[in-house]
């Protein structure tokens, strides 16, 4: 049987370990269940996958450039792990990308099929080690279905209403980052 005064001492060092765990991030926000992922502000460097948003330049909004170290999974789960809302259709809830960050507006996409011309559609660009790492490659698959590696971008550009939807990149005036990761 464990005492009183030693039982307050155990509660007392596991809460003590778990506010370390917290302030030893130094503003790194881990992310999901692998405790080696961080998420920061900006292109990744030297280590991580890149992931950019371009809401277009009709949107009003800044782009969102985020980097996620030690990150393994798919398209889609690079947004949950940088931090990213995103809602599919109610076709495909989990593979087609309707909205990010609440844009386009619930008003305006309704997200019950899949987004058009009409209403305006994301766009999905990649970059890698074994494309052109100077520009943008429009993916041929969903984000549910690619795996972006450690020094790949992941890039996303809102198409506006009535606009060409075969874009040539995110609009965005910065190059995809691409490296070899250690």
Do not use: H
């Not at 009709?58 to 940088?82: K, M, N, Q, Y």
């Not at 008003?107 to 987004?115: K, Q």
């Not at 494309?131 to 490659?137: K, L, V």
Request: hydrophobic share 35%; aromatic share 10%; proline share 7%.
């Amino acid at each position: 049987m464990i005492s009183v005064p030693f039982r307050a001492v155990l509660i007392s060092l596991i809460a003590l370990v778990a506010i370390g765990g917290l302030v030893a991030t130094n503003g790194e926000r881990p992310v999901g269940q692998n405790s080696e992922q961080a998420v920061f502000e900006g292109a990744c460097t030297d280590q991580g996958t890149t992931l950019l948003i371009d809401f277009g330049p009709l949107s009003g909004r800044d782009p969102i450039t985020r980097c996620v170290t030690g990150f393994t999974g798919t398209g889609w789960e690079l947004f949950g792990a940088a931090g990213i809302k995103v809602t599919g259709t109610s076709e495909y809830p989990e593979a087609f990308v309707c909205r990010l960050e609440d844009f386009p507006a619930a008003s305006i996409e309704d997200c019950l099929g899949t987004p058009g011309i009409k209403n305006g559609s994301w766009a999905y660009f990649y970059a890698t080690r074994k494309t052109d790492a100077s520009s943008w490659s429009r993916s041929p698959v969903g984000a549910a279905s690619r795996m972006p590696g450690c020094g790949e971008s992941e890039g996303w550009l809102f198409v506006e209403p009535g606009k060409n939807q075969q874009p040539n990149s995110p609009s965005i005036s910065t190059k995809p980052t691409v490296f070899t990761c250690n």
